[in-house]
């Protein structure tokens, strides 16, 4: 049986981006400066979540073959992975679920825009990530499966530019009488374009990309992440001097050529693996779980030291992630959580 080679470096680069989504959820910078931190956030934390979702493509579509039950075997063990986890973390959350719904007041409306969000937006708001991911894998798998990989890129990246016409300009589809009726029915049903369908599919793709062909050269993909992600910048400036950049920005064109290079980069780079890179793995994902946990709490106590906040939040969700990994061969239980 052929060993999957494993990647240090994507481990390392899973632990960092799971800090940049700390950072998205707990303003660091903003008593310092609120220009820094809106830019900070929306350049280089902004790669976090689409680095998971083309990283998790990767590993998936790397195991996939000719074998077309065994793929969809594959599938299913990935998606009830997904599924148990994302589960577990909507029964953590229900505590903080029904208070902000007591805090909004509840509603009939309320309860259906909370079986909404489930399905489509997540339980509770940073776990959109779980859904969206499934969602996506989903449709890139029989995307690929039945037209074949060009074909699937194509919708994907289509799907994706719908989207960043919807999340990027929404000011704009706003303010526009007419168009603003239907986008409103969109946001009442849907309720963001950032999701499983017009977010997720593109970077899932990207995985299935660097999984089915040979990679660029190292010093060309690591040029290219830099020029992409320079781009990324100059959209960002752009958007803010038009006015229409706000907290939710998160489809820019450029971050897809950027993912791309920094994830063919990063599997370039060969270095001996060590059991701590299996370590800053997991606790990456108990990280980007857990954090908001503790971060409510902390910018309830503390809403002028977001800077206190984010480090505070980052210490506590550590130590729950290393107490998982602690105690998880003597209560089982816990591997459910990974």
């Known amino acids: ?30 008593e310092i400066s609120e220009t820094f931190n809106t830019f900070f956030m929306q350049t280089i934390c902004r790669i976090a979540v689409p680095f998971f979702f083309t990283t998790s493509g990767f590993f998936f579509f790397r195991k996939y073959g000719d074998d077309s039950e065994e793929n969809q075997k594959n599938l299913r063990k990935y998606l009830m992975r997904l599924l148990k986890i994302y589960l577990i973390w909507t ?11 007591y805090q909004a007041g509840f ?10 969000d489930f399905f489509l937006n997540g339980s509770y708001y940073h776990l959109w990530f779980l859904p969206a991911l499934m969602l996506a894998s989903v449709i890139v798998f029989y995307l690929y499966k039945e037209k074949g990989l060009v074909f699937t890129l194509k ?10 016409l919807i999340n990027v300009y929404t000011p704009v589809w706003e303010s526009i009488l007419g168009i603003n ?17 017009f977010f997720g599919p593109i ?9 089915k062909t040979g ?18 910048v100059v959209e960002v400036l752009i958007y803010n001097m038009t006015g229409i950049l706000r907290d939710l920005t ?19 780079i060969k270095m001996p693996y060590k059991p701590i890179y299996k370590v800053l793995r997991n606790d990456s994902l108990l990280i980007y779980t857990s954090h908001i946990l503790f971060a409510k709490i902390l910018l309830a106590l503390m809403p002028n030291a977001h800077i206190v906040v984010y480090f505070l939040t980052i210490a506590l969700a550590q130590a729950f992630a290393s107490l998982v990994m602690y105690y998880k061969g003597r209560f089982p239980v816990l591997e459910n959580l990974l």
């Open 91 to 101: 029964v953590i959350y229900l505590p903080y679920t029904i208070w902000d719904q």
């Open 215 to 232: 990679r660029l050269p190292s010093r060309t993909s690591l040029g290219g992440f830099v020029i992409s992600f320079l781009l990324v």
């Open 1 to 30: 049986m052929k060993v999957k080679r494993k990647y240090a470096a994507i481990d390392i680069a899973k632990y960092v981006s799971a800090l940049l989504v700390v950072c998205i959820h707990t303003y660091p910078f903003y």
């Open 203 to 211: 970077f899932v793709s990207l995985g299935l990309l660097l999984a």
């Open 250 to 268: 998160s489809m820019y064109l450029f971050l897809v050529p950027a993912v791309y290079f920094l994830v063919n980069w990063l599997l370039t």
């Open 155 to 164: 919708v994907s990246l289509g799907a994706y530019f719908v989207g960043y």
């Open 107 to 116: 509603s009939i409306l309320g309860v259906f825009s909370y079986i909404r």
């Open 181 to 197: 009726f239907f986008f409103a029915f969109f946001t009442k049903t849907l309720v963001t374009a950032r999701d499983g369908i």
